[in-house]
């Protein structure tokens, strides 16, 4: 096979767009100034009587069954190029891991480290090799063209190369439930110089508890500065007042270490009042060093 100049993914839908596009306007055009005009020549007015009785004409519907073919021959051409395109992945790709889950996203680099944000070099093609710990989730750049479903239990995959740096919507673009409209994040496309100094510097070891939090996607649910979002903020969670339903019972009680572990392993026993009973369980789902891990952290968590 030849080599195959890199065609980005960009070129390759937009390219296919606007000749279809076209092909629908001149099409659009010609039938209407058509229509008008037999409207207006064979007014009933204007032509009383027909003035010719012939029921058919074989080189006029021969046209119109080989123009058309034609048409939509080149529009399947361009389509499918295109398809083409955005399946063959450019042999120098970087991979890269897109896990999503309800309801956030996490990436995992070559060098195993993660970022909740989808950080590409500029002029390089990435692949992400998409997966999904629950349900479908799907991933979707516009910018870029892209749209790939992440199906539990396989592997799908989208590349696609940022040729400007900038920093672009990532939305999740199949209705996951409750918090499907927020699990948006962003790809930053950086030049690969500040690329492969981002890849190497060691996250700034924030916190430990803060990063099992993003490693287990609570932060896509969950603020850590006292806005509410899906679910309850984790600023100040520990020793809080809160009413909890609890099998159709509302029940006032005080956040604790108990309290907050079963909030993860089984939430849906007793959710907050006020808001949906939107969590996954966790049980079976978490190893116990995080789970504690977690509950260290918030049970630190001040005011
Ligand atoms: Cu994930 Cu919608």
Request: aromatic share 8%; glycine share 4%; hydrophobic share 30%.
């Given at each position: 096979m030849n080599p195959q100049p890199l065609i980005t993914t960009t070129e390759a839908v937009d390219k296919a767009f606007y000749v279809i596009f076209g092909i629908s306007g001149v099409s659009l055009l010609g039938i209407t100034v058509a229509m008008i005009y037999i409207i207006w020549r064979y007014n009933r007015k204007r032509q009383p009587?027909?003035?010719?009785?012939?029921?058919h004409n074989i080189w006029l519907e021969t046209t119109w069954i080989i123009i058309p073919t034609i048409l939509v021959g080149i529009m399947f051409w361009y389509g499918w190029e295109g398809y083409l395109s955005l399946r063959r992945i450019p042999d120098n790709a970087i991979p890269i891991q897109g896990s999503?889950?309800?309801?956030?996203?996490l990436f995992t680099y070559e060098n195993g480290k993660t970022s909740d944000k989808l950080y590409v070099p500029v002029g390089q093609p990435v692949n992400i090799r998409?997966?999904?710990?629950?349900?479908?989730?799907?991933?979707y750049v516009p910018a870029f063209r892209v749209k790939r479903d992440c199906v539990p239990g396989m592997e799908t995959y989208a590349w696609f190369v940022a040729e400007?740096?900038?920093s672009y919507d990532l939305f999740c673009a199949e209705y996951c439930g409750v918090?499907?409209?927020?699990?948006?994040t962003t790809v930053e496309a950086i030049s690969p110089a500040e690329f492969a100094g981002w890849l190497a510097e060691k996250p700034a070891v924030v916190d430990a508890g803060q990063e099992l939090?993003?490693?287990h996607g609570c932060l896509g649910c969950h603020s850590l500065d006292g806005s509410a979002m899906v679910g309850p903020s984790f600023q100040g969670i520990s020793g809080r007042q809160v009413s909890v339903v609890s099998n159709g019972r509302t029940v006032a009680l005080t956040t604790d270490r108990t309290y907050l572990e079963k909030a993860i392993l089984e939430p849906d026993d007793e959710i907050v009042e006020g808001y949906p009973p939107a969590m996954p369980p966790y049980a079976g789902r978490i190893p116990d060093?995080?789970?504690?891990?977690i509950l260290d952290y918030l049970m630190g968590l001040k005011k």
């Open positions: 009587q027909p003035v010719s009785q012939k029921d999503s889950r309800m309801w956030s996203w998409l997966s999904s710990e629950d349900v479908l989730h799907s991933f400007e740096p900038g918090a499907h409209s927020s699990m948006i939090l993003q490693k060093e995080d789970l504690s891990g």
